[in-house]
T-cell receptor, first 111, second 116 residues
């Protein structure tokens, strides 16, 4: 199965609510990154958290990393319609010079 | 928005045709990548490059080939397109970030390919 697996696969919430997405992985990593993809477009890098970090913030984004559980979460606070997109976690596996992407969470923000 | 460009954005062609998908970046990044992505699915790495004259195959077997003659240019070629090649192709690049490659990637807008 995939190195990175997101949960849930799809999430629909009301504007203003918080959205939480989770990512689990299997092997040791150097870092974990979250990307956003709007429909039919390329991916946009949101945030990177290193393996020795536990939490990171960027604007309305909060990312946590638990290396003992091999999992990460992305929290988007006070969601907006413009946050509607697919969100992917990507892991840089130790010793590898590339990223492995999960299958993504499709987030829909209802006005 | 990242300075990475892909052309064409959409391509509809017949089986057996040779096609080249173009990717250019103006950020001076050494590393470049090609991914294949079906709608709503994960990205699969098909090729990557560490720099000029360096190309490597990715995790997903692909009948495409790539070249890296200039730092800014990383075209992908299919010698004979088939319906199974129908997909979205995403190009990305990555900078050296002082302590090494964190692999933060900057993506182009993608090329949607339909082979009839």
């Amino acid at each position: 199965s995939q190195q990175g697996e997101e949960d849930p696969q799809a999430l629909s919430i009301q504007e203003g609510e918080n959205a939480t997405m989770n990512c689990s992985y299997k092997t040791s990593i150097n870092n974990l990154q979250w990307y956003r993809q709007n429909s039919g477009r390329g991916l946009v890098h949101l945030i990177l958290i290193r393996s020795n970090e536990r939490e990171k913030h960027s604007g309305r984004l909060r990312v946590t990393l638990d290396t003992s559980k091999k999992s990460s979460s992305l929290l988007i606070t006070a969601s907006r319609a413009a946050d509607t997109a697919s969100y992917f976690c990507a892991t840089r596996i130790q010793g590898a010079q590339k990223l492995v992407f999960g299958q993504g969470t499709r987030l829909t923000i209802n006005p | 928005e990242a300075d990475i460009y892909q052309t064409p954005r959409y391509l509809v062609i017949g089986t057996g045709k040779k096609i080249t998908l173009e990717c250019s970046q103006t950020m001076g990044h050494d590393k470049m990548y090609w991914y294949q992505q079906d709608p709503g699915m994960e990205l699969h790495l098909i090729h990557y490059s560490y720099g000029v004259n360096s190309t490597e195959k990715g995790d997903l077997s692909s009948e495409s080939t790539v070249s890296r003659i200039r730092t800014e240019h990383f075209p992908l070629t299919l010698e004979s397109a088939r319906p199974s090649h129908t997909s979205q192709y995403l190009c990305a690049s990555s900078p050296y970030e002082g302590q090494g490659y964190q692999e933060t990637q900057y993506f182009g807008p993608g090329t949607r390919l339909l082979v009839l």
